[in-house]
């Protein structure tokens, strides 16, 4: 039999030295065999999923690196930290507070791609981040980042949980793959009792219709009404079951300069409910934020200045009762009504 260029094997230690030349925190590397389909499927299911039809889409491809990379053989898992100081007030999560992180992982994916193709000029990729076709997490558990906690997300011993995720697989094996990490959570169950709305099904699996980040980033919607009460001091985003995480330690080191706050994630829900169009176009720009909409930014402010029941913001509340958008009227209307609300116990 003659040997093809996909029988040829990369050297770990220079794949890795690779990722880490182009500036990602942590690098993996996992064997690139099919994932059991009962996690995925039974989520989807459960209609935990809630809209988002693109994850009942190629289901297949998700749970097999060789249906979307003919000849798969390694998943190179990579995160970048972002974590933000604790004293930092934002309505916005932590990962979405500065520059959209998934430029920072498509600029150095891009030169990862130009440093492997240096090791081996034939070799073949698919890269992925966030709304592509892979399990980024079980990915990033395989090759021995970090585990998968009882709060659905990727704790890393160095980093703790404050990482954004993605994947590269490559049609070359490696002379050696790391372990897969054990899963650390113990008897801890502090994310899932803190969570503001209830949104775990079970431990490590997230019911989205009832996840504020979901409802916040997601749903174009109108936002359920058991469901608003969890946007008190949130606009965009949800860090509760993060924030509780014993991982999540004070001295884990702040992430880099391009994610430090933007002015958008510095103002009030009554500043950003507020905001005209161009304004928010202009503050958003570069922002994962994007990804709202000018309407969604509004909406979520509504609900927020609505379930603080902020009385200082009325003025604006009661000028987007009349809005063109039905979504931020109804909103409004729902926060006046909040604001109205006859206080109870003095
Ligand atoms: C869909 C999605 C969402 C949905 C659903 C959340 C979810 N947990 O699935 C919504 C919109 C709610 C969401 C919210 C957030 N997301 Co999101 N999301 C995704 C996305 C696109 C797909 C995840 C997925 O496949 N879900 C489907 C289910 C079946 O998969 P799963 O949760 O991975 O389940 C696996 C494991 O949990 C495990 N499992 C199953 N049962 C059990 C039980 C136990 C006990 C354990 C330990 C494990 C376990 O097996 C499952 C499948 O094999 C990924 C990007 C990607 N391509 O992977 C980002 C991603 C997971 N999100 C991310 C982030 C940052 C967030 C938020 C923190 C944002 C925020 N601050 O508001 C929140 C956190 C909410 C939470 N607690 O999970 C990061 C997570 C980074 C990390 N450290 O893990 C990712 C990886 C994006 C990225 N590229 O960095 N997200
Ligand atoms: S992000 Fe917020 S709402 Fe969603 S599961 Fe975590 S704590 Fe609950
Ligand atoms: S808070 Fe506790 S249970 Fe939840 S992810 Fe962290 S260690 Fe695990």
Not at 80 to 104: F, L, N, Q, W
Not at 159 to 172: C, E, I, K, N, Q
Request: glycine share 8%; proline share 6%; charged share 25%.
């Amino acid at each position: 039999m003659t040997a093809t260029a996909s029988d040829r094997v990369l050297s770990a230690e220079m794949v890795r030295a690779a990722g880490r030349a182009t500036r990602f925190g942590l690098v993996g590397l996992a064997p690139a065999q099919p994932l059991d389909p009962a996690p995925l499927t039974d989520w989807l299911r459960a209609g935990h999923a809630a809209d988002m039809d693109w994850m009942h889409r190629r289901q297949e491809e998700r749970l097999d690196p060789g249906r979307v990379l003919a000849g798969a053989r390694t998943v190179v898992a990579l995160a970048i930290p972002y974590r933000r100081p604790a004293t930092e007030r934002s309505r916005v999560a932590s990962y979405a507070r500065g520059r959209d992180y998934h430029y920072a992982h498509r600029d150095r994916m891009r030169a990862l791609r130009q440093q492997l193709l240096l090791l081996d000029p034939t070799l073949e990729t698919y890269a992925c981040v966030d709304t592509g076709v892979a399990m980024e997490k079980v990915w990033a558990e395989r090759a021995g980042l970090g585990f998968i906690g009882k709060n659905g997300l990727l704790i890393t011993p160095e980093f703790g949980s404050w990482v954004t995720l993605s994947v590269m697989f490559l049609d070359r094996a490696v002379d050696r793959y790391d372990a897969p990490h054990a899963r650390l959570c113990g008897d801890c169950t502090k994310c899932l009792g803190a969570c503001p709305t209830g949104a775990f099904a079970a431990p490590g699996v997230v019911d989205a219709r009832r996840c504020v980040a979901y409802q916040s980033i997601e749903n174009r919607g109108s936002v359920p009404e058991p469901i608003r009460k969890g946007f008190v001091a949130r606009v965009f985003g949800c860090d509760v079951c993060q924030d509780v995480c014993p991982f999540n330690r004070d001295d884990i080191p702040v992430g880099d300069r391009r994610f430090e706050p933007r002015p958008l994630a510095a103002l009030t829900p009554a500043q950003m409910a507020g905001l005209t169009g161009e304004e928010f176009g202009r503050l958003a720009a570069g922002m994962a934020v994007v990804r709202t909409q000018y309407d969604g930014l509004r909406r979520n402010a509504l609900l927020s200045i609505g379930a603080a029941r902020d009385r200082s913001a009325r003025a604006i509340v009661e000028r987007l009762v009349h809005d063109d958008s039905a979504v931020v009227s109804e909103a409004a209307a729902w926060a006046l009504g909040q604001i109205d609300r006859p206080r109870t116990g003095g």
